[in-house]
Each structure stands twice: as C-alpha cells, then as structure tokens.
C-alpha cells in the first residue's frame, strides 16, 4: 500500500477517499467458518504467571512472534490517569504486569523489537499510565528490567510524537480511507492488551478490537476521534482491524470497570475482580472476535435481553462482535470456540450495564 508521510496524507486526503473506492482488498478471514477458535481464560493472583500460562494454553506466543521479527504491542492506555488518579486500579487501563508479561514473551521468542505504542491525546500528557507515583507508571519500570536483561529490545512509544507517515487502508463507511501509523503497519505482529470494562453509548464493551480506535491520529480525526464517530464507530472499528491484522489479543482483567465505562469521570465504576471470584483473570487468543466474544460472556452473565439462541448469547447484541462475525473477522458462537483454563461457567459475572446504553440498534431475538 502506499505510504504518506503526515504532511502529504493530510493535503492529500480527499482525493485519496474516491481512488480507495476502486482499492478494497481485504484479507481472506476465515475464523468464522472454522469449526473452533481457542481461547484461554486463566484465573491466579500472580499476574506474570497468569499471563504465561495464558499464552502456553493457546501454542505460545511464538506461533505469531517469529525470530528477528518486529512487533507492535497496542495497549489501552489512551483513557487512562487524566484525572490524577490511579489508573490501573480504577480499572481504566489493562495492568502493567499483563503488558509487560507479553512484551516479554515476544523478546524470548526472538523479536528484534518490540514497541509498546499509544497515539496520546495532545492536552492530556498521560503519557503510559499517569503521573510516576502512579501504579499506572510502572510499565515503564518493567520496561527497563526487560531491557536490562534482554538488550534494550523494548521501547515505550507515543505515536504523535514518532509517527513518520501514514499508511492508509480502505473504509467501507464515509471516510473511505483510515491512516494507520507507519510503526503499526509494518510490524510483522501487532497484537492488543486490553483491560476488562464496559463502554458508554454507542458500545457496550470495549475489549481488544475497540482498543485499535487509540491508534488512529487525531490530528486527522479530531479529539476524541470524533469524525470515526461520526461515520459508524463500529465499521471503523472493524475496518481498523481488517487493516491492521492483529495477531493475538489479551485482556488485564486485574481491575475493571463496569457501568458508564471507560473512564470514572464518564461515570463508570472500577471493579476488583479478585474481589467477585477469587483472583485476576487473564484472556488471550488469536482470534480477535472469538476472543472479544468470550470476555463479553465472562461480565454480562445478567444482562437482559439475552437472547433465546444461547449459542450466540449477548456478543450478538454487541454490534461491532455481531457485526465483525458477520463479515467474516471471527468467532462468536460458543460452541466453536474452545475455552482453554477455566470454566467460563465457573468465573462468569454480572458487572453493571451502561445504563445509558440499553443495547444499541437491537436485532430481533434469535
């Protein structure tokens, strides 16, 4: 695909949006006729380990990190420490040790470099977690005991400030065209740390698809991305996705938000899962939707409406899940995916709907 740099994408962006129309080449997905997609759930007080075990219960990190490769780590941190607070145990951002657990995985499994990036919003200046006496500010200590052993082979990366050029790729909504950051488009595996919590109107959960809207550049889409908004955040969301191709997701459910979600000044409430069912849990998958899907089933056990196919359960009611299912991204029936770990049956919760977001644009029961 053809690159820009930041100053040409910019002048350039309208004329690009008609060529683009006559450009949509997609990646061949096939997760959502395959028979099964595997995710593990794992439950345990010691996050590193937890994390491990995850990764092993799915092949290991090392079926996506190959040798001498370069790897792009997308965490959600772009919401997270505005207000001062911590923002790991409001459960706005994923831990710190569930990132830095997979950015070391990716070292031992050979990565060259590993870049743990975030397009940070200009005012906020929240750069990875909030302020140094933040638990949030603590990956950048972990970083460096990576470092320390591995080679400097991981670096912590504000997109605004390193972002060369752009590559773009097609949008089936308004915009035609998205600009994804030259570090994200040319690591040979991008892969989401997202953190377990619910979403405000227009999406009731925000797990690791969602969690790709923090890289897109402001400085063209506005603050907080509202032209993506705008032009239909669930297409977006999945277009995003289709043009990144992220290989492994894994959500920090340590701490977690429920409610309003996102951030407490939005009204959404933390949770401390060790609190409802004994210990932190981790998710990780290859399988984006599949794995999406499973952590919407983990916090929504009493939601209502549910709907009357239990196969499909509440990931159908979750539009960009349903949606991404449909065009072919992923997974969402539970019977086709395999939960590696434990029972989701034994760990599955009830967390507090966004009570501003009933389920948007619902389908008719199935």
Partial sequence: MKRFTRREFIKKGLGLGAALTCAQIWPDYSYALNPASE?????GNKIPQITQKALEL??????VV????KVFIKPNYIAGGFMGHDPVRSGEIPHPEVVAAVARECVKSGAKQVIIGEWFERPLKIEFGGEK??????IKK????????FSNKVSLVDLRKYTK????VPSSTSIQWLAI???VAEADAVISVAVLKTHHRPISVTFGMKNFVGIMPSILYGEPRMKLHAAGINQVILDIVKGVKPKLTVISGVYGMEGEGVVLSFGGKPVDVASRIGGAVVIAGFDPVATDATATRLITRAWQPQPIDTDLGVPWYIKHLRMAY???IGQIHSSRIKIKGEKLDDLAMSWLMPQKNTYPELPNHI
């Fill in 66 to 69: 190959k040798p001498g490769s």
């Fill in 142 to 149: 972990l970083v460096e005991k990576i470092n320390k052993k």
């Fill in 39 to 43: 995710v593990a759930l794992v439950k």
């Fill in 326 to 328: 449909e065009q072919g």
């Fill in 181 to 183: 950051p030259d570090l």
């Fill in 133 to 138: 006496s933040k638990c949030g500010a603590q």
């Fill in 165 to 168: 050029s752009f590559i773009y």
């Fill in 58 to 63: 799915i092949g290991g990190i090392q079926k």
